[in-house]
């Protein structure tokens, strides 16, 4: 199984990224996939989840600022985040997961965001 983040990278406060994690080695349209984050010092916290069906939801943190979709022909799972702030800076991970497995974690990928 591989989840290959990428997308990451500098920006300005205000700007926009879109974060892409392209799956294999497991069914994509079976999984439930999800951003995570982790900043320095601080703990691993859920950014956006979507399900099998294609609903989204969202951490009170980037609601509003970002959407989270699939292509599920492509095996790929993305996150479009507008109006970054500092505060979004960290290393972002995928996370793929079906049923009531632990389900799969992607490397990571860093964004920062600063002026």
């Known amino acids: 199984v591989q989840l290959q983040a990428s997308g990451g990278g500098l920006v300005q406060p205000g700007g926009s990224l879109r974060l892409s994690c392209q799956a294999s080695g497991i069914e994509f349209r079976f999984h439930v996939m999800a951003w995570y984050r982790q900043a320095p010092g601080k703990e691993c916290e859920l950014v956006a989840r979507?399900?099998?069906?294609?609903?989204?939801n969202y951490a009170d943190a980037v609601s509003g600022r970002s959407t989270i979709s699939r292509d599920n022909a492509r095996g790929t799972l993305y996150l479009d985040m507008n109006n970054l702030k500092p505060d979004d800076t960290a290393v972002y991970y995928c996370h793929a997961r079906r049923g009531y497995t632990p389900g799969h974690w992607g490397q990571g990928t860093q964004v920062t965001v600063s002026s």
């Open positions: 979507i399900t099998t069906g294609g609903s989204p």
